[in-house]
């Protein structure tokens, strides 16, 4: 099978086993054998076929690597949304105690809370959205950059530019480039704006 970017030959057994202390659930576990190494995979869905769970593992570099890429370049873990109506998290909860989230009484309170939460999901979801453009403006410009104006921060692959890199660009140039496309709407929304806030909150929320 493909691992990693190129064929390769291994040996697994699947089997689907109880685990777990009193409540026991049923897990589905691969042994898997490549090039000497041995590997014990565990799944919870038992509909996955040994292939897929070993190929869904293979992953696993991609998404740190995007982690890393949204923590360090998007800033997408630097942002903290919260509300003073949010109950406190405890990590030893016993069994039978109050979800968190009953503890919160009151429409007000409540509202507050899935606002905070709202707020957190929305975030991410933008930062991975955001993230995904920048991979997708490097594929696109494979071949077509000049690798000896680009500054790298890591090794360059195949000509490919990094997100740091072009959010190192898009820092130098964005304003630039709104400016040449005074027909978008983020541009007209820009030129809108008073040069001298009013207020000094006007200059955060702009």
Same mark, same amino acid.
């Given at each position: 099978m493909e691992l990693y970017g190129k064929r390769e030959a291994i040996r697994y057994y699947c089997t689907d086993l109880l685990w777990g202390q009193k409540l026991y659930q049923e897990l589905r576990f691969v042994l898997v054998e490549m090039d000497g190494v041995q590997s014990i995979l565990a799944s919870t869905s038992l509909a996955l076929d040994p292939l897929s769970i070993i190929r869904l593992y293979s992953y696993r570099f991609r998404i740190e690597c995007t982690f890393r890429e949204l923590k360090q370049q998007i800033g997408a873990f630097c942002y903290h949304f919260w509300s003073k109506y949010m109950p406190k998290l405890s990590y030893y909860q016993k069994k039978g105690e109050p979800a968190p989230m009953e503890q919160v009484e009151g429409e007000k309170p409540r509202r507050k809370v899935l606002e905070a939460v709202?707020?957190?999901?929305?975030?991410?979801?933008?930062?991975?959205?955001?993230?995904?453009?920048?991979?997708?403006?490097?594929?696109?410009?494979?071949?077509? +950059?000049?690798?000896?104006?680009?500054?790298?921060?890591?090794?360059?692959?195949?000509?490919? +530019?990094?997100?740091?890199?072009?959010?190192?660009?898009?820092?130098?140039?964005?304003?630039?480039?709104?400016?040449q496309k005074p027909e978008l709407c983020i541009t007209q929304i820009i030129q809108g704006l008073p040069e001298t806030p009013e207020e000094p909150w006007d200059c955060l929320a702009s």
């Amino acid at each position: 099978m493909e691992l990693y970017g190129k064929r390769e030959a291994i040996r697994y057994y699947c089997t689907d086993l109880l685990w777990g202390q009193k409540l026991y659930q049923e897990l589905r576990f691969v042994l898997v054998e490549m090039d000497g190494v041995q590997s014990i995979l565990a799944s919870t869905s038992l509909a996955l076929d040994p292939l897929s769970i070993i190929r869904l593992y293979s992953y696993r570099f991609r998404i740190e690597c995007t982690f890393r890429e949204l923590k360090q370049q998007i800033g997408a873990f630097c942002y903290h949304f919260w509300s003073k109506y949010m109950p406190k998290l405890s990590y030893y909860q016993k069994k039978g105690e109050p979800a968190p989230m009953e503890q919160v009484e009151g429409e007000k309170p409540r509202r507050k809370v899935l606002e905070a939460v709202r707020a957190i999901e929305m975030h991410m979801a933008l930062s991975c959205i955001a993230i995904g453009i920048l991979q997708n403006l490097s594929i696109y410009f494979i071949g077509k +950059v000049n690798s000896n104006q680009i500054r790298y921060q890591r090794t360059p692959s195949r000509g490919r +530019v990094s997100e740091a890199t072009l959010m190192h660009y898009f820092r130098k140039h964005f304003f630039r480039l709104l400016g040449q496309k005074p027909e978008l709407c983020i541009t007209q929304i820009i030129q809108g704006l008073p040069e001298t806030p009013e207020e000094p909150w006007d200059c955060l929320a702009s």
